[in-house]
């Protein structure tokens, strides 16, 4: 097995491993290399969902689908632009609008009160070109902020919807399905990753900061954003079929970015990795030789 670095602050390819049959030796420099690097590029991987379940379990307990979501009831997610028959969706379909708002930073499921710790998305059909994925390092954008300010952030609260990235893209787009089984959660502002530092625990679905006023609470959010799109702290990962991406939904967020989706097909499967506790202050993340 071969681990070559992608970025010098985040991603790294995996060469001559198999996520179908892997030898056991090499399981500890994989979780080891997913909590340095933060994320994990898997090239040339033909497997089936089932063996993806069978991986992604391997790295903790996973999520069941939510509602509203193609796959939900699941252990998988369906992310997709196009119908059952392979005919591409029209632009007003719900599937496109969550396409959309999967284009904003975020971090998956942290409007759930036990959040994902890692992503497992496999590619199964690509455009021939665009619709790359976007990660950036939260641990860099938390050493980006002047002193003064992780001592403002260090023990807030930040309030995480579902609602708040969807009606950005329509106000409509949640249903009151959704409302109901995601309420607004609380998490930390800032984790703890042990020997790796600590990092921000932000994106588009954190809505205000708890005991603050809305506009100050707001003020802080748009500070914290400001070093977003500093290239120096993303990766852009190009699409190939067959490849598989694993990340640390703790460590960094991600975005889609635009294709031509109603000139080409693209269909995606994810799985989730929920974290094994809420998230507090005082966890320090990834200390028992676990994900």
Known sequence: MQILPLHPLLAAEIRD?????????????????????????????EIDNEAQIRFS????????????TEGAGTKLV???????????????????????ANQLWHSDSS???????????????????????????????????????????ANLWGIHDYSNSRTKIDPDLVTEEEKQALPPVRQPLVLNHGSHGKSLYMGAHLAKIEGVPENTGKALIQ????????????????WQVHDVVVWDNLSVMHRATPFENQKYGRTM?????????????????GTDGNL
């Open 269 to 285: 499967i994810r799985t989730a990795i929920g974290c094994r506790e809420k998230l507090h202050f005082d966890t320090v993340i």
């Open 57 to 68: 379990e391997r790295l903790g307990p996973l999520e069941t689908t939510k509602v509203g």
């Open 17 to 45: 491993f198999s996520l179908d049959q892997f030898e056991e030796s090499d399981w500890t420099r994989i979780i080891e290399s997913l909590k340095k690097y933060s994320v994990l590029v898997f090239r040339n991987q």
């Open 223 to 238: 500070q914290l954003t400001e070093n977003t799109e500093n290239p120096s702290y993303i990766y852009r990962h190009h």
């Open 111 to 153: 409007f759930k009160t036990v959040p994902a710790r890692a992503t497992v998305l496999r590619a199964v059909k690509i455009p021939p070109e665009q619709g790359a994925t976007e990660y950036i390092s939260l641990r860099a954008l938390y050493q980006s902020l002047p002193e003064a300010s992780k001592a403002e952030i």
């Open 78 to 100: 369906f992310l997709t632009n196009m119908d059952s028959k392979g005919e591409l969706l029209p632009v007003t379909s719900r599937a496109i609008l969550n396409n959309r």
